[in-house]
C-alpha cells in the first residue's frame, strides 16, 4: 500500500530580486463581499440624485440635529434612526480641504484630487466628508452637491461637490 504523495498545485512565484534578500512577486486577489446593512437607504438615494440623513426618533433623546454620513442607530441614546430628506440643491461650505496626493485602496478617483469637509450648517451634528469634483478649494467656500446618477459606483463616491456659482 503505497502513500498518497502531496503535489504542488501552484505555479512558482517570480524572483524579483535575490540579494541582498530574496523578494519574490507574490499577486493576491480579494473578493470582499460588503453589506451597507442599515445604511443601504443612503447608497440607493445617492443614485437617484437624492441625499438621505438620519436623526433621533426618541423623544427623550437630546440630540435632535441631523447625521450625515447617516447613523443607523443614535450614537447619544443608542435608539434606531429615522430617514430625512436634504432637499436639494444641497448646499453647504467647506470646513476644511486636503490635497489628496496619493489616495489609498478603493478610492477611485483620478488624483491629486481635493477632499473636503463640508459644513451644512447648525441643524447637522457632523461634518460631512467627501470630494471636489473640480475646482480649487478655499475655508468657507460655497458648494453645491452633485450626485453621480449615470453610471454609478455605489460607493460614498457617488455624491461630489462641485463650486456653488
Ligand atoms: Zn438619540
Given at each position: 500500500?503505497?502513500?498518497?504523495?502531496?503535489?504542488?498545485?501552484?505555479?512558482?512565484?517570480?524572483?524579483?530580486?535575490?540579494?541582498?534578500?530574496?523578494?519574490?512577486?507574490?499577486?493576491?486577489?480579494?473578493?470582499?463581499?460588503?453589506?451597507?446593512?442599515?445604511?443601504?437607504?443612503?447608497?440607493?438615494?445617492?443614485?437617484?440624485g437624492?441625499?438621505?440623513?438620519?436623526?433621533?426618533?426618541?423623544?427623550?433623546?437630546?440630540?435632535?440635529?441631523?447625521?450625515?454620513?447617516?447613523?443607523?442607530?443614535?450614537?447619544?441614546?443608542?435608539?434606531?434612526?429615522?430617514?430625512?430628506?436634504?432637499?436639494?440643491?444641497?448646499?453647504?461650505?467647506?470646513?476644511?480641504?486636503?490635497?489628496?496626493?496619493?489616495?489609498?485602496?478603493?478610492?477611485?478617483?483620478?488624483?491629486?484630487?481635493?477632499?473636503?469637509?463640508?459644513?451644512?450648517?447648525?441643524?447637522?451634528?457632523?461634518?460631512?466628508?467627501?470630494?471636489?469634483?473640480?475646482?480649487?478649494?478655499?475655508?468657507?467656500?460655497?458648494?453645491?452637491?452633485?450626485f453621480?446618477i449615470?453610471?454609478?459606483?455605489?460607493?460614498?463616491?457617488?455624491?461630489?461637490?462641485?463650486?456653488?456659482?
Amino acid at each position: 500500500m503505497s502513500e498518497k504523495i502531496i503535489k504542488y498545485i501552484g505555479t512558482p512565484l517570480e524572483i524579483i530580486q535575490e540579494k541582498p534578500e530574496m523578494v519574490v512577486k507574490w499577486p493576491r486577489t480579494l473578493m470582499h463581499m460588503h453589506t451597507y446593512g442599515k445604511l443601504s437607504k443612503f447608497f440607493q438615494e445617492l443614485k437617484k440624485g437624492k441625499l438621505f440623513a438620519t436623526y433621533c426618533s426618541n423623544q427623550d433623546c437630546e440630540e435632535k440635529r441631523l447625521w450625515l454620513p447617516p447613523r443607523a442607530d443614535c450614537p447619544d441614546c443608542n435608539q434606531p434612526t429615522s430617514w430625512i430628506e436634504v432637499p436639494n440643491p444641497v448646499v453647504g461650505k467647506i470646513y476644511t480641504f486636503t490635497k489628496v496626493e496619493y489616495p489609498g485602496e478603493g478610492i477611485e478617483l483620478e488624483y491629486p484630487y481635493f477632499q473636503i469637509d463640508v459644513d451644512l450648517g447648525p441643524q447637522f451634528a457632523t461634518i460631512f466628508k467627501g470630494y471636489l469634483l473640480y475646482g480649487k478649494p478655499h475655508i468657507g467656500m460655497k458648494v453645491v452637491a452633485g450626485f453621480r446618477i449615470y453610471n454609478p459606483t455605489n460607493t460614498i463616491l457617488d455624491i461630489f461637490w462641485v463650486p456653488k456659482k
